[in-house]
């Protein structure tokens, strides 16, 4: 069964100091992983995609590395802001099936 | 820049009763998803269309549910007799297709509350 899991499932950090969220998928077979990041009441935002080829892919302060052997994920978060606290979702797709949604990690940036 | 709007932002309804969620997808998109995420849970897929008709569906998507897209724009999810457990906010997103995969912009969300 496709599966995505995220951990942990709740962070809460400093403002200033860098996190790092895991995310593990069984989906098959793969086609591409994307984490998104979703504030409280709204929609998904993409932040990252992330091909089989591609092991490592970054927006800003945001990097994303992939390792497709061990159906790995991570979301490094640097020098985190009040801003950042927010869920972030890993979705995997397998070729010609829908997304499969993690249950997201949230994360909390205290001042 | 273009985007996926979603109306109403909230909606509150008695159970039993029939409410409709729109969305209108970005203008060049041909693929179009519904979502679901109840409060503290993960997004869990509904349905997908393409061509006007279903595409997928999961099992959630029972018969009280129905999409159309009436007009060409709007993308319309239809709940016939809701339930309290329909209560969570409903997400639209709009697919546009690339050589290399998908790329999918989420609406803002409908929340419906069903007392």
């Known amino acids: 069964k496709n599966q995505v899991e995220q951990s942990p499932q709740s962070l809460i950090i400093l403002e200033g100091k860098n996190c790092t969220l895991q995310?593990?998928?069984?989906?098959?077979?793969?086609?591409?992983l994307r984490w998104y990041k979703q504030d409280t009441g709204r929609g998904p935002v993409s932040l990252t995609i992330?091909?089989?080829?591609?092991n490592t892919k970054s927006n800003g302060r945001y990097t994303a590395t992939l390792d497709a052997d061990t159906k790995q994920s991570s979301l490094h978060i640097t020098a985190s802001q009040l801003s950042d606290s927010a869920s972030y979702i890993c979705?995997?797709?397998?070729?010609?099936?829908?997304?499969?949604f993690g249950p997201g990690t949230r994360l909390s940036v205290l001042p | 820049e273009p985007e996926v709007t979603q109306t109403p932002s909230h909606q509150v309804t008695q159970m039993g009763q029939e409410v409709i969620l729109r969305c209108v997808p970005i203008?060049?998109?041909?693929?179009f998803y519904w979502y679901r995420q109840i409060l503290g849970q993960k997004v869990e897929f509904l349905v997908s269309?393409?061509?006007?008709?279903?595409?997928?569906k999961s099992e959630i998507f029972d018969d009280q549910f129905s999409v159309e897209r009436p007009d060409g724009s709007n993308f319309t999810l239809k709940i016939r007799s809701t339930k309290l457990e329909d209560s969570a906010m409903y997400f639209c997103?709009?697919?546009?297709?690339?050589?290399?995969?998908?790329?999918?912009?989420f609406g803002p969300g409908t929340r419906l509350t069903v007392l």
């Open positions: 992330m091909t089989f080829s591609e």
């Open positions: 203008s060049n998109h041909l693929y």
């Open positions: 269309f393409y061509n006007n008709e279903i595409s997928e």
């Open positions: 997103a709009s697919i546009l297709r690339t050589s290399s995969y998908n790329e999918q912009f």
């Open positions: 995310c593990n998928y069984t989906v098959s077979p793969f086609s591409n």
């Open positions: 979705v995997v797709t397998a070729y010609g099936q829908n997304f499969v």
